[in-house]
């Protein structure tokens, strides 16, 4: 079974950058492709933000993060990338990554413990 781990949150005032990290061990041979959520304080849903998939050099994204995220991966050392800039205060959340279906944010159901992302007017 595959473990996820993300790391790289933090807090940044509005217009700021972070760079989240998604480190995946063990069984990865499913993990062709891992996306990102974020779950806004005090909600229960996991939105999805973006999502890559190995072999491709282009992610795909929700059109609130588009032109301002930027995901990648590092084949070698099985890692996903979301580099996020000009953040806003609505970005602010915890986001996790999880193993999803090629194309879609539909999870396999695997997650990480999540990173915590403040963005602050």
């Known amino acids: 079974q595959v473990q996820l781990a993300e790391s790289g949150g933090g807090s940044v005032q509005t217009g700021g950058s972070l760079r989240l990290s998604c480190a995946a061990s063990?069984?990865?041979?499913?993990?062709?492709?891992i996306g990102w959520f974020r779950q806004a304080p005090g909600k229960k849903e996991r939105v999805e933000v973006a999502?890559?998939?190995?072999?491709?050099?282009?992610?795909y994204y929700h059109f609130a993060v588009a032109g301002r995220f930027t995901v990648s991966h590092d084949s070698v050392d099985n890692i996903v990338y979301l580099q996020m800039t000009k953040l806003k205060p609505e970005d602010t959340g915890t986001y996790y990554c999880?193993?999803?279906?090629?194309?879609?944010?539909?999870?396999?159901?695997?997650w990480g413990q999540g990173t915590q992302v403040t963005v602050s007017s």
């Open positions: 999880t193993e999803v279906v090629d194309g879609t944010f539909v999870s396999f159901g695997t």
């Open positions: 063990g069984d990865t041979y499913r993990s062709k492709c």
């Open positions: 999502a890559i998939c190995r072999g491709s050099i282009d992610g």
